[in-house]
């Protein structure tokens, strides 16, 4: 036997050794995972308020549209009443006469004060004098009490966005004429959350706290079943998934999600250990002293406990003995 035939013997057999270092062999025991249903759950918002006019008139501005986001406290529009610019400038001429009143009252009870003083006039024309300056002043009290309310009044056409969030709908246009309480714009805010219509055949396999796996728009997101309502409508529970960081853009949407509704056995092998050949999936089994590959039907890759496996549906059995690289 030469030299160069025994070097490459001794190295198939390192190689062969080395390989057989690495694997590791499965024992197939049937595990229990969840039965997912997949779903499509709409986005929805936590608190959907509405912007309302306070003041009837004419709208002289909208200074939103659909899809701006604003914060609680901002002026989205105006509106305008001219009746109560009239009545504020007829209140000021009506101060205008009333303060002459006054100025002129007092000037008189001045000189009758004097005169009471010298004795040339009586008491009563004083006491007299007195209290019709201060009806007048006390008109001129109730004038500007009635000018502070047509003001403030006047100030409530500005249209105040009561809550911080996202504008979904303007019904209103610059123009048009509203009445005190119709609707200016609705907002939604204080975050999203996933509302799910699940088959009331589900109902009693949903569980309150189960992890629940989303598919928005290609990003894998993962929230968590929160609440789960009694009643059923037209066949359909209703239940809400809370979820972070969910894309905000499209209130109203609808998303993919995977819904746990019972558990099922089945038989899992990690990713690494399934090969594929000429489209065909193979597993490497032990068999008698030796391996073999095994053709089986291999289903959608699991995480299983945090390792990436994959369910075979047919092919492997419980008790074989699979040999993973």
């Known amino acids: 036997m030469n030299v160069p035939y025994l070097i490459f013997l001794s190295a198939a057999l390192s190689a062969s050794a080395i390989a057989a270092a690495y694997a590791s ?50 002026v989205i529009a105006k509106i305008k009443d001219d009746k109560l610019d009239f009545q504020i400038k007829a209140i ?45 002043a006390n008109q001129i009290g109730t004038a500007e009490a009635q000018r502070s309310v047509i003001v403030q009044q006047s100030a409530e056409g500005a ?24 609707t200016i714009a609705d907002i939604a805010g204080g975050g999203l ?31 968590t079943l929160a ?3 009694p009643l059923i409508e037209g066949g359909r529970v209703t239940a809400d998934v809370e979820v972070e960081n969910l894309d905000s853009k499209f209130v109203g949407g609808r998303v993919l999600v995977e819904l746990p509704v019972g558990e099922r056995s089945a038989i899992l092998v990690p990713a690494a250990a399934v090969t594929t050949h000429a489209g065909v999936d193979f597993v490497t089994v032990k068999q008698n002293d030796g391996t073999a590959q ?16 994959v369910e ?14």
Do not use: C, W
Request: charged fraction near 25%; charge should be neutral.
């Open 294 to 309: 095994r053709a089986v039907l291999a289903g959608e890759p699991i995480d299983h406990e945090g390792k990436a496996s």
């Open 227 to 229: 609440k789960i309502y």
């Open 312 to 325: 075979i549906l047919s092919g492997l059995k419980e008790g074989d003995i699979v040999v993973t690289p």
């Open 25 to 74: 062999e499965i024992t197939i025991k049937p595990v229990t995972i969840a039965d997912m249903k997949a779903v499509y759950g709409q986005i929805q918002p936590r608190n959907s308020v509405t912007a309302r006019a306070r003041l009837s008139g004419s709208i002289t501005v909208v200074k939103v549209t659909e899809g701006d986001v604003v914060k609680a406290g901002d």
């Open 92 to 136: 000021d001429a009506q101060l205008l006469g009333l303060q002459a009143s006054l100025k002129d009252a007092r000037a008189e009870l001045d000189r009758a004060d004097r005169l009471v003083r010298s004795g040339a006039a009586s008491t009563q024309r004083l006491d007299q004098l007195r209290t019709q300056a201060d009806v007048i």
């Open 159 to 182: 249209v105040i966005a009561p809550a911080s969030g996202r504008v979904i709908t303007v019904p209103a246009t610059t123009g048009a004429v509203v009445m005190a309480g119709e």
């Open 193 to 223: 959350f996933l509302r799910l219509a699940i088959p009331e055949r589900h109902a009693q396999d949903l569980r309150q706290g189960a992890a629940i796996s989303i598919d928005a728009a290609g990003t894998p997101l993962t929230g």
